[in-house]
């Protein structure tokens, strides 16, 4: 099939398709459309996409069919609520306070070979496509809400998952990921995300990944964000994940092997008598919940240890999503009111990265090395190179 690649300068079409992968939508900018054929068939999944009509955009769906193993290809409940619903609710405020270039990936965009074809995968806004004049850039992301944006804004986009990107395999010359591996619940699914941005990219050609990190420079912060505790574990019943079942289950962790549940399910009774957030840290002693997640370990350390939080997000009163998907998510509880901020509040779900995490994430790798790795504003970051 054919996608045209341009910036306010030139013009070119190239071929993007899968070997894996089936889409049925459209990529949108103001030069072009273009609509994607099909290539291949296996299991599929749906998610939503904008499609122009005229001059305004609106939503459609798009479905995805792709060879990934579904435990890692299906989405969980808990990024499907507090990450996808939540950014497409709040899409137009995140997006008028996300400016601000970071020098380093401003930086490493810059250093890229004039003609390079550049990928953003969780482009967001689209704050980062064009930043290098030079250079050709096509973005994806999840949520529908923040494509629409950016292809008001005339950016090559398209709708997609960062774990099933819908790009062949080295199409591009780079790949960035800002900020979006700590919004995956699961190692697997974190790492299957940095194989398809290598996969998509040339031999020889540079990944550059951020995730926020545990140790943040201001340690103020953290204290405004809700760690998953006890509470938020029982709520996440359904595919998703954590795993844990319903009270009235005979399991209770899923997860855990038969051996090893009625020694779980003891100490998880003695948690639901623990009213204190810092006496539950210290009662929670590496309670695995599913691939990826597990509870605080150490009592002498409480929640130096935890990863996993919810980050609020405020959208104000005034902001007219709240007559939107905020009143939806009010009425089914994904939101509160806070009527001393004026605002709505949601959770996004984050995985916070401590140092060294991401190295080992990539360590296994067999087509890429790690060419740098440095601390950023309070993200830890790398940068590969495709070897083969």
Known sequence: MLFGV???RSFCFKRIYTDSTLIVGYIFSRRSFSSMKEVGIESASSFPT????GEAPVLRHVSVRSKCSSNVQSTPEIEKKYVHGVYDAIAPHFSSTRFAKWPKVSAFLSSLSPGSLILDAGCGNGKYLGLNPDCFF??????AALINICTDRGHEV???????LPYRT????????IAVLHHLSTENRRRKAVEELVRVVKKGGSVLITVWAREQEDRSLIEKWTPLNQRYVEEWIGPGS?????PSSPRILESIPEAEENGAGERLKGLRAKSSKVKLAEDMQSISLDEGHSFPAGSEKGYAEQQEYFVPWHLPYHRAEV???SAVALASGLAKKDDKKGSVVYNRYYHVFSEGELERLVSGLDNAILVDRFYDKSNWC???????
């Open 323 to 325: 007559s939107g998907a």
């Open 170 to 177: 080295g199409y591009g010359d780079a790949a960035i990921s």
């Open 158 to 164: 398209l709708v997609a998952d960062a774990v099933n």
């Open 138 to 143: 096509i973005g994806c992301d999840i949520s």
């Open 50 to 53: 904008s499609q122009s009509v």
């Open 6 to 8: 341009g910036t306010a």
């Open 382 to 388: 790398i940068i590969l190179e495709k070897t083969s």
């Open 242 to 246: 954590p795993r844990v079942r319903n």
